[in-house]
């Protein structure tokens, strides 16, 4: 008996031991990390889209030669400082709830006289092949990069996309029953040596929200949050939606309500 | 020609400080397509930064610089107004001057 | 004088030469400046890349100093810089140990420009960095490791 107690407490104290080098090791490595990803701060190769996506907000183009100066991203036409940090909204002359891209798509539409069909082809970049959806949302973006973002989700409309958006989230379903609640419901989760936001909570939505539209190193792109939402289905190996379908519209609503109050930090840069 | 560099270039204590943002694939030849086609080479081989006429800095690349490639250095002298010149040229022959003032 | 030299040069015979040359793609606007070191570049190993640059078989020096995370979060930017204090420096440059060719770039400092680059490199695999420099005519070198890892979705 008593050596069955003995036994037990050296592998208690083993155990703690090894936990503790864990620990250690795994502070070191975020150390690391955290320096790796200052290191790419300064220097975010974003800057030159938002360059570009100011551009083409000025320039007069499409069928109606004209800019999308006029463009009401929900604060009134032209005005972009804070506008992004305010989306998903709803708008009155379309009666929807819209986000920044699918505010930016009926603007190009209706203002500069493209078929969506024209602008949405090429919604994201490929190597050699520029997307102006990229550009643009880059440089209305960065208008936001201070301010809080602020989506209370009042309007009867935004409330019931909020709603969407979180049963969304918590839906098991696919090939692997999975949903995004299973990585990122829940604190101190992490992928390999990557962190897993709790999005449902203000500091892990905010963390996670602030930072988009993001320079992503391992593609050489920017991807706005239509494009990192509709991966993460594709990564949950559910069906991908349509680009500006209202399923990621919804979880950006929620998202957004969640992380309200948190200062934009945009573009970003991660792996 | 490429999309427009970033350079930002700022004077302290008689150093000029140089930070280059170039807008430029970098592929290496050595990646393969959808299709299993290895997509060519096609990255910058040398860049050149001036300070007036004068060559600051003058590098080679290989296909290892990363995409959208990085740089920074320092060269004494410099002052608030001056220009700084930067061009590259790539391997099919591609090139792009770019100015900025120093601050 | 030197205006009128120019003009001279411009509608020169060279000049329309050049100008030729580079309509027909042959050659480019400031090739002329400087020869891109392909056999550096295009050497596999190491010992090689040392070879084709003309570095043979450099000291270790403390007095350089390569920077970087010790973890790199995807291997396709890794930031990477060199610093020396050795005296009058007039080149640099960056090998890869494990990449397919190690040299990743050299850097060639005119007087007045500091030994102090920073840049960022690919790498395929967690492998040594090496800062080869060109101290008044010598080479010396310094390494470091960075390790590369796979991440997760990306944040």
Not at chain 1, 80 to 87: H, I, W
Not at chain 2, 52 to 69: H, R, T, W
Not at chain 3, 96 to 117: D, Q, S
Request: glycine letters at 10%.
């Amino acid at each position: 008996m008593i050596q069955r107690l003995l036994k037990t407490l050296v592998g208690v104290a083993t155990i703690a031991a090894f936990a503790g080098s864990v620990l250690a090791q795994d502070s070191k490595v975020a150390d690391e990390l955290a320096k790796y990803r200052e290191a790419l701060a300064d220097g975010n190769p974003a800057d030159l889209l938002e360059v570009k996506g100011e551009g083409l907000w000025s320039e007069k183009r499409g069928p109606k030669q004209a800019s999308l100066e006029q463009c009401d991203l929900g604060l009134g036409p032209g005005k972009l400082e804070g506008a992004y940090a305010q989306l998903p909204k709803y708008f009155k002359d379309t009666g929807k709830v819209m986000d920044v891209e699918s505010r930016l798509v009926h603007c190009m539409v209706t203002l500069q006289g493209f078929k969506q069909e024209q602008v949405t082809r090429q919604w994201f970049s490929k190597p050699g092949q520029d997307s102006d959806i990229e550009a643009l949302v880059t440089f209305i973006g960065a208008k936001s990069n201070g301010k809080p973002i602020n989506v209370p989700a009042s309007h009867p409309e935004e409330a019931k996309m909020a709603k969407m958006g979180e049963y969304i989230f918590y839906r098991r379903s696919g090939p692997q029953d999975f949903s995004c609640a299973i990585c990122h419901g829940q604190e101190g989760k992490r992928i390999r040596l990557q962190d897993l936001g709790n999005l449902t909570t203000k500091d892990g939505a905010g963390t996670a929200m602030k930072t988009w539209p993001s320079y992503r190193v391992s593609q050489g792109a920017v991807w706005t949050m239509q494009r990192r939402l509709i991966d993460c289905m594709r990564q949950a190996r559910w069906p991908e939606p349509n680009y500006l379908a209202d399923s990621i519209i919804a979880l950006e609503t929620y998202l957004q309500k969640n992380a309200t109050g948190t200062v934009m930090e945009t573009p970003g840069i991660k792996r | 020609m490429g999309n427009p560099m970033k350079i930002r270039a700022a004077n302290k204590d008689g150093v000029t400080e140089v930070k280059v943002l170039v807008s430029h694939e970098m592929e290496t030849g050595q990646r393969k397509d959808a299709a299993g086609a290895i997509v060519p080479a096609w990255f910058i081989t040398e860049l050149v930064a001036k300070h007036g006429d004068k060559v600051v800095l003058s590098s080679e690349f290989g296909p290892s610089v990363s995409k959208n490639p990085y740089l920074a250095f320092k060269f004494k002298g410099g002052a608030k107004g001056e220009k700084i010149t930067v061009s590259w040229k790539d391997n099919k022959g591609d090139s792009r001057s770019d100015e900025a003032t120093i601050g | 004088m030197n205006n009128q030299r120019r003009t001279v040069l411009k509608s020169g015979s060279g000049a329309a030469l050049l100008g030729m040359l580079a309509a027909a793609g042959i050659i480019t606007p400031g090739m002329a400046l400087a020869d891109w070191n392909k056999a550096a570049f295009d050497a596999k190993s190491m010992a090689d890349t040392l070879k084709a640059l003309g570095a043979g078989s450099p000291a270790d020096s403390k007095d350089v100093q390569v920077t970087g995370p010790d973890i790199a979060e995807n291997g396709a930017v890794v930031p990477v810089g060199v610093a020396s204090s050795l005296p009058n420096i007039s080149m640099v440059a960056i090998l890869i140990e494990k990449n397919p060719n190690a040299l990743a770039a050299t850097f060639v400092l005119p007087e007045g420009t500091e030994a102090n680059v920073q840049t960022r490199v690919k790498m395929g695999q967690t492998s040594n960095i090496y800062a080869l420099v060109k101290s008044d005519g010598k080479f010396f070198m310094a390494t470091k490791e960075i390790k590369v890892t796979l991440g997760g979705c990306g944040g």
